[in-house]
């Protein structure tokens, strides 16, 4: 797991601590608190030096530039149709909330350049009635711009049916 460098600084950092434990009076104190001292400040000062050569090639843990990442993309896949779900159903509850109105929220997806975008969306209205001390608002087109917005699609891509 550690490199043998890491593993006999950590080795000496205990011994010189055990030996500070030890020697805790006098003069002896001193002399390991000063060795103590240099050793930590070398142990600091290497990676920064090594940070400074040109050809350092910084790995995060064991990947380097030769190696290749795979991505799984049926999971990201599956994990945006999880989420394009859940928007369905936040615009079901705010139409029937804040719009008086019971939609239902259809949505057809593709891969495209091994992402999963929406190709299409069918919102069928159902109870979509003004009632007398309401405002007159444009349903369609408030539930319009937020299927657009909320699914990032374009207006063609975008069906409204109202159901008798």
């Not at 090594?50 to 990442?69: H, Q």
């Not at 795979?70 to 989420?83: K, R």
């Not at 969306?121 to 539930?143: F, K, R, Y």
Request: with cysteine.
């Amino acid at each position: 797991m550690f490199d043998t460098f890491y593993k006999a600084i950590i080795c000496i950092v205990f011994l010189l601590d055990v030996m500070l434990l030890l020697f805790s009076n006098g003069r002896m104190s001193k002399f390991f608190n000063s060795v103590f001292s240099i050793f930590l400040f070398i142990c600091l000062v290497i990676p920064v030096v090594s940070l400074l050569k040109p050809d350092y090639a910084m790995s995060v843990s064991g990947l380097t530039n030769s190696e290749n990442i795979s991505i799984d993309y049926d999971f990201t896949n599956s994990l945006q149709e999880y989420i394009f779900q859940n928007n369905a159903k936040s615009i079901e509850e705010y139409a029937s909330k804040h719009l008086n109105c019971k939609i239902a929220v259809q949505f057809n997806t593709k891969i495209v350049k091994e992402q999963c975008v929406v190709d299409n969306v069918v919102v069928e209205l159902d109870n979509a009635v003004i009632t007398d001390n309401a405002a007159h608002i444009n349903l369609l087109e408030q539930i319009m711009s937020l299927v657009i917005s909320t699914f990032n699609v374009k207006e063609s891509q975008v069906k409204i049916y109202e159901k008798n």
